[in-house]
């Protein structure tokens, strides 16, 4: 009986580093050409993002969470600007990733991401806006209410921001690109934007500093107006 119960241990502990090490292998931003189709596929902390965009095009996005283990990514979907109808739906996709390759059968068949970078970064995560600074110059902190959510995905140099409302099945826009941090100032260059393409382009540069794990962020928006928000981790 022992012997059963090391075993079965022994099982256990094997196939959870197999999942830690196909979730990692996957962290980080992969991107894929079709034609004019630009595919942007991001992994982080356990959620997903895909975006596709033709040049300052938006064309979809759906997103949710994930976990990968032999060999199959298991998700589940939050979002889809889309079709709303695959909202809770789960997404089975085996995959393979090789040196800076991510091969992934899809029901057209198999396509090949190439890896933008591999999720490591000081404001790699997930956030969400907690806090946000009044009149009086003192921050208030948001309690979120309600189903609706919004959420913003950093990769090593990619991000991207969603508004959605998983219980309506709602999907009220996103955007993203590349950004920098460094120096205290965080950049964003917008790649696509599903509510103003004219905003494709543009660059937008904020303070930024790490707090106490926390993301403060300061400056003026993608409209002129002035800022400074407290960013916290999904998952804390």
Not at 8 to 27: D, E, G, H, V
Not at 33 to 54: A, C, K, P, R
Not at 131 to 145: C, F, L, N, S
Not at 151 to 168: C, H, M, N, R, S
């Amino acid at each position: 009986m022992k012997r059963h119960i090391i075993l079965l241990i022994l099982a256990i502990s094997i196939s959870f580093t197999t999942a830690q090490a196909q979730m990692s292998a996957l962290t980080g931003a992969w991107e894929f050409s079709n034609g004019t189709d630009q595919h942007q596929l991001f992994f982080e902390d356990g959620y997903f993002i895909h975006t596709i965009h033709q040049a300052d095009k938006f064309i979809m996005s759906r997103g949710g969470s994930y976990e990968a283990n032999n060999g199959t990514i298991k998700a589940k979907v939050y979002f889809n600007s889309s079709d709303s109808s695959n909202v809770g739906g789960e997404l089975n996709v085996p995959f393979e990733v090789s040196a800076d390759k991510l091969s992934m059968d899809v029901p057209d068949g198999r396509v090949n991401f190439n890896r933008v970078d591999d999720g490591k970064a000081p404001l790699a995560g997930v956030w969400r806006i907690t806090g946000r600074m009044q009149e009086d110059g003192k921050v208030a902190d948001i309690h979120q209410t309600g189903s609706r959510q919004t959420y913003k995905l950093l990769t090593g140099k990619k991000f991207q921001w969603v508004a959605i409302d998983p219980e309506k099945k709602e999907f009220s826009g996103t955007g993203g690109g590349s950004y920098t941090f460094k120096d205290g100032k965080y950049t964003e260059q917008i790649e696509f934007f599903s509510r103003d393409n004219s905003r494709v382009g543009v660059s937008l540069v904020f303070d930024g500093k790490l707090q106490d794990g926390k993301w403060h962020h300061s400056g003026l928006s993608s409209k002129g107006a002035k800022i400074y928000e407290v960013w916290s981790k999904v998952d804390e």
